[in-house]
Nanobody, 115 residues
Framework: QVQLVESGGGLVQAGESLRLSCAAS????????MGWYRQAPGKQRELVASITSLGNTKNYADSVKGRFTISRDNAKNTVYLQMNSLKIGDTGVYYC????????WGQGTQVTVSS
């Protein structure tokens, strides 16, 4: 069973940056398309960025395009999300998971952006 542990969240001001990390146990991680999801208060969880197994294709939600960058290090079983120019609307709990055949969700990491 793959376990996902997200970290790197925090309280920042609008315009600042954060880098999230997601460590996964299990070798199967490297074969999967991975994504970062966000759940804002009172809203459904949404996919904000995804990356293919070899990292050669990345996709982003329109709301984060140009500001967020997803990357992965398969040797470390880790996925990253670099978030720049953060906005108040980016506030939420961030999770990583496979895009297809999802694993059990981790605890997520809270990102709070203040004005």
């Amino acid at each position: 069973q793959v376990q996902l542990v997200e970290s790197g969240g925090g309280l920042v001001q609008a315009g600042e940056s954060l880098r999230l990390s997601c460590a996964a146990s299990g070798s199967i991680f490297s074969r999967n398309v991975m994504g970062w999801y966000r759940q804002a208060p009172g809203k459904q969880r949404e996919l904000v960025a995804s990356i293919t197994s070899l990292g050669n294709t990345k996709n982003y939600a329109d709301s984060v395009k140009g500001r967020f960058t997803i990357s992965r290090d398969n040797a470390k079983n880790t996925v990253y999300l670099q978030m720049n120019s953060l906005k108040i609307g980016d506030t939420g709990v961030y999770y990583c998971n496979a895009v297809y055949n999802q694993y059990v969700w981790g605890q997520g990491t809270q990102v709070t952006v203040s004005s």
